[in-house]
């Protein structure tokens, strides 16, 4: 697998190779008849990709929405990792599908800092 990164709901990266579990789930009891989310598990820690409270319906069709979703990350998961470069994949909230982006279109002009030794 080439270098894949996902970017959580809080904006953190994690390493796709990482992730050894990708699960989904209403949103319990606060929100009973609204929203799903989805997440991973990397390194022992669970990381949410999605949060949505807008998603509206029943339980079971909100489940399938999220199962949907789960299954679009692992095609975009594979598809990053044919990409060659470097790929952050991300969750569009608008659009709701999941986003890749090589990871130099995100640093854009930026340089990176060369170390020497003195």
């Known amino acids: 697998m080439r270098d894949v990164w996902i970017r959580t709901a809080n904006r953190s ?3 796709a190779d990482k992730v050894t579990e990708i699960s989904s789930s209403s949103r319990g009891s606060v929100h009973e008849e609204t929203g799903y989310s989805v997440k991973v598990v990397a390194g022992d820690k669970a990381f ?5 409270s807008d998603r509206v319906g029943t339980k079971a069709e909100r489940l399938d929405h999220a199962g949907q979703m789960q299954d ?3 095609l975009a998961i594979d598809a990053a990792s044919d990409a060659g470069p470097s790929t952050v994949i991300s969750h569009e ?3 709701e599908r999941w986003m890749l982006t090589l990871a130099s279109d995100l640093a854009g002009d930026f340089t990176p800092l060369r170390y020497t030794k003195n």
């Open 48 to 52: 949410t990709l999605i949060d949505n």
């Open 13 to 15: 990266l994690i390493r």
């Open 72 to 74: 679009a990350l692992l």
């Open 93 to 95: 909230e608008d659009r």
